[in-house]
């Protein structure tokens, strides 16, 4: 395009109140692309251009640089009208994630306070002793309360091998 026809181009735009409707539909698609997130050398091949071309139709003065900045303020101002309702919906999904998670932490303190309880800590006690006397002691009551109330089948023993129903060494 020449010169004198891109200043031209140029008047017609600056002198219309939505720039985008007067661009060609080559320029309106690069604006578009560009809007996207597109870069420009994927902008030029796509709509077949030298990429140095494309740079110059987005830079002050160019040819789609007042339409690329009047979509992005409409889009701005999109988004800014939807930011109130997207921001309560975050908010609502943050609230019903933290009630979820309260409640599993809740179900798992839970299951943690009954172990210790069958290993014969209750909720006051406190291991502050732990040589290796007082942790042979602890080990044997844990086994105890394991072989109590813990599962039927032991895991397996240091030669590799399960024996359903036997007891706890």
């Known amino acids: 395009m020449g010169k004198a ?25 690069a604006v578009m692309l560009r809007l ?15 990429e140095s071309s494309v740079r110059q139709w987005f830079t002050d003065g160019g040819i789609c640089a007042e339409a690329y900045k009047q979509k992005e303020q ?11 309702t997207i ?4 908010k609502e999904a943050a609230i019903d994630g933290l009630v979820t998670l ?4 809740r179900t ?10 069958r290993a014969g800590f209750g909720a006051t006690q406190k291991v502050e002793d732990l040589t290796p006397q007082k942790t042979t002691i ?4 844990m086994k105890k309360a394991k072989a109590k109330y813990g ?17 706890v060494s």
Request: glycine share 6%; no cysteine; charged share 35%.
């Open 151 to 167: 599962r039927k089948n032991n895991p397996p023993s240091g030669d590799g091998q399960t024996t359903p129903g036997a007891g």
């Open 108 to 117: 798992h303190l839970k299951a943690a306070q009954d172990a210790l309880d």
């Open 5 to 29: 026809k891109h200043d031209d181009k140029q008047k017609l735009v600056k002198a219309n109140k939505n720039p985008f409707d007067e661009l060609d539909s080559k320029y309106q698609k």
């Open 74 to 84: 409409e889009q701005k101002d999109e988004v800014a009208k939807l930011f109130p």
């Open 36 to 50: 996207e997130g597109y870069r420009l050398k994927f902008i030029a091949v796509t709509l077949k251009n030298k």
């Open 102 to 105: 309260k409640k599993k932490a």
């Open 87 to 90: 921001s309560q919906g975050i």
């Open 138 to 141: 602890i080990i044997e009551r």
